[in-house]
């Protein structure tokens, strides 16, 4: 299974960063192969609506969870309407590594 | 002649300038009109008394998608320019976000299988008043929880009756509800106040107004005798200053009691008339 973490870097030592949709890159955990793999997101610099945008995005990565620090109103029906975990991380300053590993306990 | 008051800035005096200036036109006998542009928040009926004529529900079209015959072709979703509709091809999955959705109609154009009907969704109301001396007053309130004032504005404007000269009070700030009122305007007033925040939320407005290539001037308001950065950005700009208009604490007050402070002070009424002669009213 997928796990989506909105990340400010594409290494595993990067930090969450703080905003959904227009976090720079997404790191995608996968659970089964214990693979990281980091994408640029492509709903960073959209006008209006990148939280919708990164959703369909990550949807076709099927990603099943998504950490973030919050999701916005536009964001959560469409999570709970795709079946998509939503995990609020509120605490600041986590690695990617450390996050998948809080994941995996 | 249609005059835009604006400001970058919140609480610089937008409605004070708009409402005296309307006020004091009334006064000489110029048809004049008016209309109260911060549909967010329109607050000009607390010193312009009029008598409601009538109220207009202003409403939008949102796309409903029927899912029975949509084939999740992914067209209408190509064709939206706000990123309104969420499609996932692979779960057969399309959506609408109705914030996002700005009514352009792109995705009913779209759409080859008659998938894509409307609803309508109301935005907020228009009223319109007229004054004691006979002129049109209009104002507009968005409802709670909807995204964008735009469409309201635009509908409030539609209900001047484009005859001498017209006064829109704009929103504060310089992103849509602004340059939707300012793209209204032969002319922008920008309000501002003496002050470092003033004077950068005006280099924002003014930014904005000169890509419009709109002709504008500045007012400053509760200009006192302290540092004025303002002044000297306008020098160095080449920017007209309209008026100055003092800090004083009987304006303050007569505002504060929903009185017109230009008809109560000779030394306002000035500076109202300078601001009339540059702007050839």
């Not at chain 1, 990164?54 to 536009?74: D, H, M, R, T």
């Not at chain 2, 007569?254 to 306002?268: A, F, Q, R």
Request: charged content about 25%.
């Amino acid at each position: 299974m997928k796990t989506a973490i909105s990340a400010s870097g594409d290494t595993i030592q990067s930090v969450m960063d703080q905003r959904f949709g227009r976090c720079p890159y997404f790191c995608v955990y996968d659970n089964e192969s214990k693979e990281y793999a980091f994408h640029k997101n492509p709903a960073c610099e959209a006008q209006s609506g990148a939280g919708p945008l990164a959703v369909q995005f990550l949807a076709k990565l099927g990603v099943e969870k998504i950490v973030a620090a919050e999701f916005g109103g536009k964001v959560k029906p469409v999570l709970e309407d795709l079946k998509i975990q939503m995990i609020i991380m509120n605490q600041e300053g986590r690695s990617m590594e450390e996050i998948v590993t809080l994941l995996n306990k | 002649m249609r005059i835009v008051v604006g400001s970058g800035k919140g609480g610089t005096g937008k409605t004070f300038l708009s409402v005296n200036l309307f006020c004091f036109l009334e006064e000489q006998g110029i048809p004049v009109s008016f209309a109260d542009c911060d549909v967010e928040e329109p607050n000009a009926d607390l010193f312009l008394k009029g008598e409601v004529k009538s109220v207009e529900t202003v409403f939008q079209n949102l796309p409903v998608i029927d899912t029975a015959a949509c084939t999740f072709c992914g067209k209408c979703h190509d064709y939206c320019a706000f990123n309104a509709i969420m499609f996932i091809k692979n779960l057969e999955y399309i959506s609408i976000s109705e914030e996002l959705c700005h009514d352009c109609g792109a995705c009913l154009y779209a759409c080859e299988f008659d998938a894509i009907s409307e609803k309508k969704k109301e935005l907020g109301k228009v009223r319109i008043m007229q004054s004691t001396k006979g002129n049109r007053i209009v104002d507009g309130l968005t409802n709670i929880g909807v995204y964008s004032g735009v469409r309201v504005i635009k509908s409030a404007v539609k209900k001047l009756e484009n005859q001498g000269v017209e006064i829109l009070d704009a929103p504060p700030g310089t992103s849509c509800p602004f340059v939707t009122t300012a793209s209204f305007g032969d002319y922008v007033i920008l309000v501002t106040e003496p002050t470092w925040f003033g004077l950068n939320d005006l280099k924002l407005a003014v930014e904005t107004v000169r890509g419009m290539k709109k002709e504008f001037g500045v007012v400053i308001n509760r200009a006192g005798d302290g540092e004025d950065p303002v002044s000297d950005y306008l020098k160095k700009e080449g920017i007209e200053l309209l008026a100055k208009i003092p800090f004083d604490h009987k304006i303050a007050k007569w505002y504060s009691e929903g009185k017109i402070p230009v008809l109560e002070s000779s030394d306002l009424h000035k500076i109202f008339y300078e601001i009339q002669r540059k702007l050839k009213i």
